[in-house]
């Protein structure tokens, strides 16, 4: 369940990338990447889990991603005949542009929401869905004509919805982001078991009442209710992949199936089998 960093490459002769159906349905492919990413999928349901928001789509689906959010492919376990497209940009992407020109005032304020990654629906993804798929068959000057007004298409819309209540991006000093890499390296790698305060206080070179401290300043959170945060969304993930609850429990790090189900209600505001039942069915 590492996390890869996606590289990505623009298209020849383009500032930005498409992908039209990426068959990647037999990978689990859960990773970010510093690019905007702009995906479509059609004649499918499956799971839409981004940053961490995990949901189920039906029948299609519409998302803007923004930098650094991880995410999972849109067509994983998927065996229908589907069709997707992903546009994937740097900010960047047309120069100082963006924000200083007027004219982009709304697409500068779509992508400031895609921080926090933005879902659409109705017709706004079902017109905007159309126009997406069709980008590859355009020269290089129209795609990307037709993409600034795909945009601000998105950017007028009523029928969109914020994933996430405040945005997804690195805040802090590098040696602050250093070190809380550090630390989340070693929950990723020893969730599976007990990790004592202490083994990360050693880690970090603090106290361990220093690094509560500091740990709770970085997050927002004591260390157990990141870890049993973080444990909860490793159970997620194995239940997407139909395990079973008891499995489910000891693999993600919990010691009894009576706390595993206490914490993931607090955390997610149903029990395992009712998350798994609402996230496999159809």
Partial sequence: MKISREEVRPD??????????PHLNDFYYWHFHPEYELVYIEGADGPRQVGDH????EGSDLVLIGPHIPHLNFDYGVRTDYRKVVVQLRENFLGNQLTEMPELSDIARLFDQARKAVAFGGETKRLAGERLLKLPELSHFRQLMELLDILQFLAGSPE?????????????????QHRMQQVYAFIDQHYQRPIELAELADLTSLTPSAFSRYFRKMTRMTFTEYVNQYRVKQAKKLLLRDQSITEVCFASGFE???????????????NPLQFKKSLLRG
Avoid at 12 to 21: A, E, P
Avoid at 161 to 176: A, D, G, M, Q, V
Avoid at 256 to 270: A, I, M
């Fill in 54 to 57: 995990l949901s189920r789509y």
């Fill in 12 to 21: 020849d002769n383009s500032s930005f990338r498409i992908l039209l159906t």
């Fill in 256 to 270: 009894s199936l009576s706390y595993f189900n206490r914490v993931f209600r607090k955390v997610t505001g149903s």
């Fill in 160 to 176: 969109a919805t914020l994933l996430h209540t405040r945005p997804i991006e690195p805040n802090h000093t590098r040696k602050e």
